[in-house]
């Protein structure tokens, strides 16, 4: 790996910013995950920063199973995102479906419909889970 | 000015100001909004019908999911439909742990209501203050029920979990606590030059409106509708706490934020009330794997306003019908109207002040028509059908020469 290289992902280490989108989930995922960048657990340290746009994002960070509905956006919102990007599931439903599994509008997880590079499961997951999971994303980019 | 000038934008279903999907189509002049049209059923997910295959006791988790902040009020809301069915009378340790557990749900919906109204008007150091004090609150609930969301506390008959005199005592002095932080926030709320201007005027909804329009929960109370569920129609053991029903007669942004923040001193109240009192005895009875055949409609007052269950039974182990109105459906029809003829840069607050919850909402999917030719909401499956081929051919696609084809290639062979 040449050293520019080297550099680019030390910075993308440092400074990963993250897209929420809620794909169907009941809401629990989703304000656990803002909990998550709150100050009793402070996600933020690790130099990651919640944005508005896929544009800007590195990680999409998704909660709840892939309804019918979303499903088209969730891929459209996937495709936005610069290279190289990562998707994180957050908790059951997100993973494999969850109690939504076999629901007539749901599909399944994440993974049905974007590759996902972590999965993060828990009903919700707590947000110790989720910083436990980002830096395991994260750690693992190390070592490209 | 010209009528070039008039154009529609979309928002959501992703979108920076938006917390769940859902969209809004917006038809501005300027920056004034003239019309918004709301389309939900982004997170629909089939929840009623996924109750009719499930027994009545899974149910109760499955409701539970119907929305992550204010689960507890679907499964009681779930749970006291079905114990009217069956006639089960809890014991009423169970209807205070209920209550407890709905107040202290309502206390943390309040707070992080309060965080992301900050963050909507730009006052992010609130939703850091705010979601800071509201760990205070999860950490009791996880200790109560074991879970920080979803508690899982209810099952047909009473609850779970019991509590102990410590845990009491760690209640007690959290509550003590979070009254001192609201306390502060009131008085930010009512003194900061910058909130009050922000928040003030924005979003009205008049007492006639309110009424006409069906708002529920705090929306309603912030424009001097005295309406609480837990009040008019007690349930659990509300008919045994003295508490007031707040009401605010701003009747806009500002007049919901008062209203929510006065409303959880009076949380902090009944709270109080239910641990100093709490009645020794069994938690649950046991309640019959068959629910005998009957129906039962159950109120609720969530923290976002009056949520509906409504259960039927045909004597299995599975309900045959449930249909759950949860309260943000009751006021997105506001929306619309304190939206109208304001500006665009309001348009964030005036949604995240009703507090809504489209999870809970997503109860069905409309189907809407893409051509402005519709003039009938409601079709008929003959109508539907003619609608399909019309819409197809249309398009190019005809499909009656097939048919046809078809039917004779039958007879032929």
């Known amino acids: 790996m040449s050293t520019v290289s080297n550099i680019v992902n030390w910075a993308r280490i440092k400074s990963p910013w993250l897209l929420h989108f809620n794909t169907g989930a009941c809401n629990a995922c989703d304000i656990e995950i803002i909990a998550a960048l709150t100050p009793r657990y402070d996600l933020e ?47 059951t439903c997100s993973c494999t479906g969850g109690v939504f599994k076999g629901c007539y509008n749901v599909k399944a997880g994440i993974d049905s419909a974007i590759p996902v590079a972590a999965y993060i499961p828990g009903c919700p997951a707590s947000p110790k889970a989720i910083i436990d999971g980002v830096v395991k994303l994260l750690s693992s980019l190390k070592e490209k | 000015m010209h009528d070039s000038h008039k154009f529609k934008i979309p928002i959501g279903p992703q979108h920076p100001a938006l917390k769940e999907p859902e969209s809004f189509s917006v038809a501005l002049k300027g920056e004034k909004i003239l019309g918004v049209d709301i389309r939900l059923g982004y997170n629909h997910r089939g929840i009623e019908k996924a109750c009719e295959e499930r027994t009545f006791l899974q149910d109760v988790y499955l409701v539970e999911r119907v929305c992550g902040i204010c689960s507890h009020s679907h499964s009681t809301c779930f749970v006291q ?119 003030s005027g924005v979003g009205v ?46 009747s806009d942004v500002y007049g919901r934020t008062v209203v929510r923040l006065k409303e959880l001193l009076e949380s902090f109240k009944i709270i109080r009330q239910v641990l100093e009192n709490l009645p020794a005895g069994p938690i649950a009875i046991k309640a019959p794997r068959k629910i005998p055949a009957g129906e039962a409609i159950s109120r609720y007052e969530a923290p976002r306003g009056e949520d509906v269950h409504f259960v039927k039974s045909n004597g ?97 062979s």
């Open chain 1, 45 to 91: 340290r690790f130099g990651i920063q919640l944005k508005g746009t896929p544009r800007h994002a590195d990680i999409l960070v998704c909660s709840g199973p892939v309804t019918r509905q979303i499903e088209d956006r969730l891929v459209r919102i996937y495709e936005q995102m610069p290279e190289p990007k990562f998707v994180i599931a957050v908790g």
């Open chain 2, 81 to 199: 439909a079905v114990e009217e069915i069956a006639g089960l009378e809890i014991p009423s340790r169970a209807k205070y742990l209920r209550t407890l557990i709905a107040e202290l749900e309502r206390v943390h919906s309040h707070l992080l209501w309060l965080g992301v109204a900050g963050h909507e008007i730009g006052f992010d150091t609130l939703l850091m203050y705010t979601w800071r004090d509201r760990e205070i609150v999860m950490d009791i609930l996880a200790q109560f029920t074991g879970n920080r969301v979803n508690y899982g506390m209810n099952t047909i008959g009473g609850v779970r979990r019991d509590i102990d005199v410590s845990q009491v005592k760690d209640a007690l002095k959290a509550v003590d606590t979070l009254q001192e932080r609201t306390k502060y926030y009131i008085e930010i709320a009512t003194s900061e030059v910058t909130i009050i201007k922000r928040l």
């Open chain 2, 205 to 250: 909804l008049s007492y006639e409106d309110a009424l006409r329009l069906d708002a529920v929960g705090p929306t309603a109370r912030a424009s001097g509708v005295k309406r609480d569920v837990r009040k008019d129609d007690p349930y659990a053991a509300y008919a045994d706490v003295s508490f007031d029903v707040i009401t605010d007669n701003h």
């Open chain 2, 316 to 412: 299995g182990e599975k309900p045959e019908r449930v249909k759950i109105r949860a309260p943000t459906l009751a006021n997105v029809q506001a929306v619309k109207h304190m939206l109208k003829d304001r500006f665009l840069a309001d348009m964030p607050i005036v949604i995240a002040a009703i507090d809504p919850c489209f999870s809970c909402t997503d109860r069905s999917i409309e189907i809407s028509y893409l051509d402005d030719a519709r003039k009938k909401e409601v079709l008929t499956w003959p109508e539907l059908h003619a609608y399909s081929i019309d819409w197809h051919r249309k398009r190019g696609i005809d499909f009656s020469s097939l048919n046809k084809k078809l039917k004779e290639g039958f007879k032929t």
